[in-house]
């Protein structure tokens, strides 16, 4: 019995004094990203090539995922409201608000951390298990300098982008069913959204995206520079900065949400 | 010179190295030979900065590395060293050009528009033409560390520290690598440290041998010395040989059943 307790808590503090740790290792890579990025050039040239990965190939994927968002919200909205009032109403309305505040900035953070976070992830791994980071520094420069400041300055600025991007695709999926299923004029369409959104809305999602941003290209960054353990370590960290950052996402949002409704901008 | 003084090192509980005083001094080449694990890599990488000592000192020209504060201390001490990697550690997603002269813009003064020039003379002294424009993915293992090699002096240090420069490589490519070691030295007249376990290569081109045993200096000679060791230890390990004091495990299980007889015999 005691052998069973001491291996079952054992093994839960050896993961907690891990946890601890990784966070501990996580806040000082943040610390000395900030620290770099007042200290030293910006890597500009490594910054334009990471804002081309992480926006130009993330497009595709992140407009396809709102374009069929907005119009699964279309079909929902406009099904319930059939429903209980026999006509169609506000489809523009839920569409619009669903989207700009909560789906646009949660869904283009979810799926560019799950392509872009995982290609960093998994190619800083890489280059730290062949010793490829170790080289950066025997080449007189720092690894956060040169690896991680351009990715993270990468995701900011691309990431509010990819998502103003997506919360238009989404408005539009959500006309083409409310145009083709419900027979929803376009100019109705868009006076249901104009009438009932300010700029505050939208203000409310895009601020979001920069939290964001933070969160999934420090992830990513972090979990590939402590890669430890070959191919198999490659791939752990990969998934594990994918988990994580998905994870961190949909629960920051609702503390940034709560956060912004408490300042008042909803 | 380099001087290390009592330098420990532990990852964890594992204590890596125990106290290692060694002296290289300026123009020769110290070669640190001793088997897999007994921290000779942690030693090299400890003379550059990767890994912080937990105790004692490495003095560089007199700069402790263990002292160093300001970033720009640590370039500057940074700036003497060229390492070759045991896999090379090229840059895949650049050319060999771009991973030549990637050191000299956080290194060196040297304009852009010297560098394709600095990169074909480093490869024309490494012994490689017309490949400054591939990547690393094209080139085959030899090249690899040669362009790795290149890399290296191409800021034109004042010491270069080797690790493995020719595990994994046939013996003719080898013997290649050991040769270009040599032509360096001549060349450039760098301080070198070459870790490996080649004893081949440790013998060509060592001007002394240090031999590492379970993070401690065994013995410090000339090659000549060191292949008429009378030190026990030392012999089996250049000589090759299974048997001897220095104890490696044949399968791993032989240990846990020495242990597990020698419990029951206590029972």
């Given at each position: 019995m005691n052998a069973v307790l001491e291996a079952l808590f054992g093994g839960f503090g050896k993961e907690l004094l891990e946890a601890a740790e990784s966070m501990g290792h996580f806040v000082f890579?943040?610390?000395?990203?900030?620290?770099?990025?007042f200290r030293a050039k910006i890597e500009w040239r490594q910054t334009l090539i990471q804002m081309a990965r992480i926006g130009v190939d993330s497009l595709p994927v992140t407009a396809m995922t709102m374009f069929f968002t907005g119009m699964v919200l279309a079909?929902?909205?406009?099904?319930?409201?059939?429903?209980?009032?026999?006509?169609?109403?506000?489809?523009?309305?839920?569409?619009?608000?669903?989207?700009?505040?909560?789906?646009?900035?949660?869904?283009?953070?979810?799926?560019?951390?799950?392509?872009?976070?995982?290609?960093?992830?998994?190619?800083?791994?890489?280059?730290k298990v062949t010793e490829q980071i170790d080289a950066l520094y025997t080449l007189g420069t720092d690894p956060v300098r040169y690896l991680v400041i351009p990715r993270l300055l990468a995701f900011l600025s691309v990431l509010p982008l990819l998502t103003v991007v997506s919360d238009f695709t989404g408005i539009v999926g959500g006309l083409f069913v409310a145009r083709v299923k419900y027979d929803i004029p376009t100019v109705v369409y868009w006076h249901d959204i104009i009438d009932n959104m300010s700029v505050k809305h939208f203000v409310h999602g895009f601020l979001k995206t920069f939290v964001f941003a933070f969160l999934v290209s420090m992830t990513s960054c972090y979990k590939g520079v402590t890669t430890r353990g070959g191919a198999e370590g490659v791939g752990k960290a990969t998934t594990q900065a994918v988990?994580?950052?998905m994870t961190l996402v949909l629960v920051i949002d609702y503390f940034a949400t709560a956060m912004l409704n408490a300042l008042g901008i909803t | 010179m380099i001087e290390a003084?009592?330098?420990?090192?532990?990852?964890?509980?594992?204590?890596v190295l125990r106290g290692i005083d060694l002296k290289v001094e300026s123009g020769e080449t110290m070669v640190i030979i001793g088997g897999s694990g007994c921290g000779k890599s942690t030693f090299?990488?400890?003379?550059?900065g990767l890994h912080a000592p937990d105790s004692g000192e490495i003095v560089v020209d007199g700069l402790d590395i263990t002292k160093l504060k300001t970033e720009r201390e640590i370039s500057d001490y940074r700036r003497r060293f060229g390492y070759?990697?045991?896999?090379?550690?090229?840059?895949?997603?650049?050319?060999?050009?771009?991973?030549?002269?990637?050191?000299?813009?956080?290194?060196?003064?040297?304009?852009?528009?010297?560098?394709?020039?600095?990169?074909?003379?480093?490869?024309?002294?490494?012994?490689?033409?017309?490949?400054?424009?591939?990547?690393?993915?094209?080139?085959?293992?030899?090249?690899?560390?040669?362009?790795?090699?290149?890399?290296?002096?191409?800021?034109?240090?004042?010491?270069?520290?080797y690790d493995e420069p020719t595990t994994g490589l046939d013996p003719i490519m080898s013997d290649v690598i050991n040769d270009l070691i040599l032509d360096l030295q001549?060349?450039?007249?760098?301080t070198a440290i070459v870790v490996t376990h080649d004893m081949k290569s440790a013998y060509k081109v060592g001007s002394r041998i240090a031999m590492f045993l379970e993070g401690r200096i065994l013995q410090v000679g000339t090659p000549e010395q060191i292949k008429n060791t009378s030190d026990p230890a030392v012999r089996q390990f250049v000589e090759g040989l299974s048997q001897g004091p220095i104890k490696m495990k044949l399968k791993e299980f032989e240990a846990d059943e020495a242990r597990d007889?020698?419990?029951?015999?206590?029972?």
């Open positions: 890579l943040v610390r000395s990203t900030f620290l770099w990025m079909l929902q909205s406009g099904a319930t409201t059939k429903h209980f009032f026999n006509v169609p109403l506000f489809i523009g309305t839920v569409v619009s608000f669903s989207i700009v505040m909560e789906l646009g900035p949660v869904l283009t953070a979810i799926v560019v951390s799950g392509r872009a976070g995982a290609a960093i992830a998994a190619e800083l791994g890489t280059m988990v994580i950052s | 003084k009592g330098v420990v090192k532990s990852f964890g509980r594992r204590a090299l990488k400890c003379v550059i070759l990697f045991q896999e090379g550690a090229l840059f895949d997603s650049m050319t060999v050009a771009d991973n030549i002269c990637f050191g000299l813009k956080y290194l060196t003064d040297v304009p852009l528009s010297k560098y394709r020039r600095i990169a074909s003379d480093s490869l024309a002294l490494v012994g490689l033409k017309d490949v400054e424009d591939f990547k690393p993915a094209e080139l085959s293992g030899g090249m690899k560390k040669r362009v790795a090699l290149a890399r290296a002096i191409a800021a034109q240090p004042q010491y270069i520290l001549k060349q450039l007249k760098v007889g020698a419990r029951r015999g206590k029972d």
